[in-house]
């Protein structure tokens, strides 16, 4: 665990980027003194109430996950209590379509918001002034294909396998995890997101066992939190730089 002053050791584990002040400084808009240790962070201004309210800028990657981590717990809660189902005979019935259905979008919920934070932090590693080698992204459309990229245009138009399994690895210097077990991982996230984003027409009707149908990959009572395979999967990338601090300080 990296150490840290006092000061800001107890901030929220969420924040983007957090300091603390090496010499004391004098606001050159209030003229307010902060004397030395006085914490730092990034904030962003907005308009609410007829005022300005400064925020303080959240990491996105740990939004992602700590709402998809949560989502998933409650999901589980309500699948490993039995809340909606009852026997009749040799087989489970639905009792209760309520909190079936609220078991369903927290569980869609966290693997999607899962997927999503893979996503926001293949983007957010990325240097700003980073050329990125283009000609083995299979994904780059051929109006925008050249020896180098910049971040924008790798950004928007290169898939997140490509990120993380050419990208990232050249900008970290590590080996790509393609062949890992953290590559399978990743791959059983894309495809229960992938099912969830673009519904089969088998989802949408009545179905029998032997048909794959979305509902058979969520309503699985024992699995591991998708938030904590996300997780996983990003520190792989962190094997020869420092860890940034969101991910120092994950909770769960």
Known sequence: MMTEHPNIANEDWRLQAISTLAKEFKSPWTGKIFPIGTAVELVSDLHYSNKILSIPVPNMVSLFLDFSYNLWEDSQNIIESERFTVEKEDRLSVEDKNNLFNFLEKRMGSIVFSYTALESFANEIIPENYKIPGT??????????????????????VNLGEKLDIILPNVLKIDSPKGTKVWQDYKTIKVLRDRIIHLKSIDRKSSRVEDETIWKELIVPDQKNIAVISKDIIEYYYQKSEKPRWLEKWPY
């Open 136 to 157: 083995n992204l299979k994904s780059i459309p051929n109006s925008l294909k050249s020896d180098f990229l910049d971040k924008n245009i790798a950004e928007r138009n």
